[in-house]
């Protein structure tokens, strides 16, 4: 590892942490009032319906965060009350878990493969170009020797004189 990849090694791993969701201590109504929809208007999310119903469940929401209730157990509440297609959001659990974690995984990968790319190209001592004579052009055709080169050069100044 050369030294300004080693040097730059500790922002990259800040940058990631901080890129990383920060979770509010304190919860909002419209945290949990996103992740519902109205159990009155069919496919109708909580937060943009305006009907009796849905002023009924954010009046509940509101009181459940001041009961000091957190978004799992407000969830879990309306789920056993109206099924669980009133939480618009998958549970965190099961194959539905994939979800949440997925996105974090891809993230993970995709830092390794460009840390192992970063790290192969800039190796010391890599050569871009092949040494003259013993490796294939940049338009993978053989290298021309110095007889062939001649004769191209002889039949080139025959076809001028020709014209």
């Known amino acids: 590892?050369?030294?300004?990849?080693?040097?730059?090694?500790?922002?990259?791993?800040?940058?990631?942490?901080?890129?990383?969701?920060?979770?509010?201590?304190?919860?909002?109504?419209?945290?949990?009032?996103?992740?519902?929809?109205?159990?009155?208007?069919?496919?109708?999310?909580?937060?943009?319906?305006?009907?009796?119903?849905?002023?009924?469940?954010?009046?509940?929401?509101?009181?459940?965060?001041?009961?000091?209730?957190?978004?799992?157990?407000?969830?879990?509440?309306?789920?056993?009350r109206y099924g669980k297609a009133i939480v618009s959001t998958p549970p965190r659990q099961g194959f539905a878990l994939t979800a949440y974690v997925a996105p974090y995984i891809g993230l993970l990968a995709g830092v390794i493969v460009a840390l192992f790319l970063i790290l192969r190209w800039g190796r010391p001592g890599r050569r871009d170009t092949a040494p003259e004579g013993d490796a294939a052009t940049g338009d993978g055709t053989p290298p021309i020797d110095v007889a062939d080169r001649e004769r191209v050069a002889q039949e080139l100044a025959r076809l001028e004189r020709e014209e």
């Open 1 to 80: 590892m050369n030294m300004s990849l080693r040097s730059g090694f500790p922002a990259l791993l800040a940058l990631l942490v901080l890129a990383l969701p920060v979770r509010a201590a304190a919860l909002s109504k419209s945290e949990v009032v996103n992740n519902l929809m109205c159990y009155s208007c069919p496919k109708e999310h909580l937060s943009n319906c305006q009907c009796g119903g849905a002023q009924e469940m954010k009046d509940t929401v509101q009181r459940m965060i001041g009961e000091g209730k957190t978004e799992p157990e407000i969830l879990d509440y309306f789920a056993a």
